[in-house]
Nanobody, 122 residues
Framework: QVQLVESGGGLVQAGGSLRLSCAASGRTFSGYVMGWFRQAPGKEREFVAKISRSGGATYSGNSVKGRFTISRDNAKNTVYLQMNSLEPEDTAVYYC???????????????WGQGTQVTVSS
């Protein structure tokens, strides 16, 4: 049982940067693979990035490679998403998720946060 709370969303101009945080409850945070997803109004949920339990392996979606970086601090029970060179197309609600395995379909994430809004203006 994992509880996730996202923070750090807001309004930013195109070309700017933003860092999202996801705080997890409990003492077993290091046992979970963590991921970020996003969903814009009227659009399907989209995979953004994931990170292994130790933080030694990451994988990002094609739409954000080279711009977004996922990281984690197990001592703080927190996973981050550093977003650079933001574009209006990045506007969406961003969700944090957790599961036991690094590999698997996007539909197999077990726990989800409430989401945080990111709005990028032109």
């Amino acid at each position: 049982q994992v509880q996730l709370v996202e923070s750090g969303g807001g309004l930013v101009q195109a070309g700017g940067s933003l860092r999202l945080s996801c705080a997890a409850s409990g003492r077993t945070f290091s046992g979970y693979v963590m991921g970020w997803f996003r969903q814009a109004p009227g659009k399907e949920r989209e995979f953004v990035a994931k990170i292994s339990r130790s933080g030694g392996a990451t994988y990002s979606g094609n739409s954000v490679k080279g711009r977004f970086t996922i990281s984690r601090d197990n001592a703080k029970n927190t996973v981050y998403l550093q977003m650079n060179s933001l574009e209006p197309e990045d506007t969406a609600v961003y969700y944090c998720a957790a599961r036991l395995n690094f590999y698997g379909p996007d539909g197999t994430w077990d726990y989800w946060g409430q989401g945080t809004q990111v709005t990028v203006s032109s």
